[in-house]
């Protein structure tokens, strides 16, 4: 257990639809990343918050939407989905920023049919 | 913003052979390098990471070197064994604050018996 909890494992939903995807960071980290992983994509950064705030963008769609709340823990929110959508979601933890190594959650594989 | 690029994409190797995969990056301003081990179907897990103040670093059967003026850095495996064979991709940052890990598209590194 890497003390990053992605919630839920696994999604299924049809197009059109939206789901939302949670994180709870490692104890003591501030600053919550998301990551999409397609097969030949790689890790794909999305969104960083830290303490609360949005910090970094990537390549993040505007159908897609993130926040974090005041106990730290962040949700990725994403809408009018699309197959290509289907991916492995990550959500990473840091102390504060990109000085020292993520620790990763076990992500939620999400599949649009 | 930073671009990383990762080489190469797939590496076959005989169990007790060296691996090496060698990574460039775009932004001088970059000084932390970690390294991502990727087993099928889990999350990323870091296992070595480089500060630019230094060349090189090791730990056990895997070393990382660093170049900065050629702005590039390998990882080193000796002595492979079945259990190594993973996706592994590096990264990098500017290290300071908030900035964020941009990452390589990974290298699939299968390791016969």
């Known amino acids: 257990d890497s003390g990053v909890t992605q919630t839920p494992k696994h999604l299924i939903t049809a197009t059109g639809q939206r789901v939302t995807l949670r994180c709870s960071p490692r104890s003591g980290d501030l600053s919550v990343y998301w990551y999409q992983q397609s097969l030949d994509q790689g890790l794909q950064f999305l969104i960083q918050?830290?303490?609360?705030?949005?910090?970094a963008k990537g390549n993040i769609l505007e159908r897609f939407s993130a926040q974090q709340f005041p106990d730290l823990h962040s949700e990725l929110n994403l809408s009018s989905l699309e197959l290509g959508d289907s991916a492995l979601y990550f959500c990473a933890s840091s102390a504060t920023g990109g000085d020292y190594g993520y620790t990763f959650g076990s992500g939620t594989r999400l599949t649009v049919v | 913003g930073e671009n990383v690029e990762q080489h190469p994409s797939t590496l076959s190797v005989q169990e007790g052979d060296s691996a090496v995969i060698k990574c460039t990056y775009s932004d001088s301003a970059s000084n932390y390098f970690p390294w991502y081990k990727q087993e099928l179907g889990k999350r990323p897990q870091l296992i070595i990471d480089?500060?630019?103040?230094?060349g090189e670093k090791k730990d056990q059967r895997i070393a990382v070197t660093l170049n900065k003026t050629a702005k590039h850095f390998s990882l080193h495996i000796t002595e492979t064994q079945p259990e190594d064979s993973a996706v592994y991709f590096c990264a990098a940052s500017r290290g300071k604050g908030y900035s964020t890990l941009t990452f390589g598209k990974g290298t699939m590194l299968l390791v016969s018996p």
């Open positions: 480089i500060r630019s103040n230094v």
């Open positions: 918050y830290y303490n609360g705030e949005e910090r």
